[in-house]
């Protein structure tokens, strides 16, 4: 049975702050339990919590690429969506999907897209994930 779940973070990269809300709650300083829909209700819930570790850590690097770029974002929105299937018996991170969506003053559509590939690339998470297929959208708002 495929296992997924989505977590946004969403914030000001000026300030550097944000939040990251998932599909049963949002993450605030470390208070925040997972509850499982697939264990008999107890245990962690995986796919959500590298939902939430990857749209934070994507968005950190495209932070870091930008600022190498010359640029400062007024606010960006990465969503992570994990899909996880059982391989041999251990569930496993087959696809992820992350949308980021930014204004970023005096940039074009084009070098935005550009930028966040190169901060998929980067992500510390999106290389420990390597073996999942990892897809991006990058969306410059107006």
Not at 59 to 88: I, K, Q, R, W
Not at 122 to 142: E, H, Q
Request: proline residues 4%; aromatic residues 4%.
């Amino acid at each position: 049975m495929d296992r997924s779940a989505s977590a946004v973070w969403h914030g000001d990269l000026k300030s550097g702050k944000g939040v990251i809300s998932t599909q049963t709650g949002t993450l605030k300083e470390a208070q925040y339990s997972f509850k499982s829909r697939f264990e008999e209700g107890v245990g962690t819930n995986p796919e959500e919590l590298i939902a939430a570790a990857h749209a934070g850590c994507f968005t950190m690097a495209f932070s870091n690429e930008l600022a190498s770029a010359g640029h400062v974002a007024d606010s960006v929105s990465t969503t992570a969506v994990v899909t996880m299937v059982p391989v041999d018996g251990k569930p496993t991170v087959t696809e992820i999907h992350l949308t980021c969506e930014g204004k970023v003053p005096g940039i074009d559509a084009a070098k935005f897209a550009e930028i966040a590939n190169g901060a998929k690339q980067g992500c510390p998470i999106s290389r420990l994930l390597a073996a999942a297929k990892i897809t991006l959208d990058a969306k410059l708002s107006s």
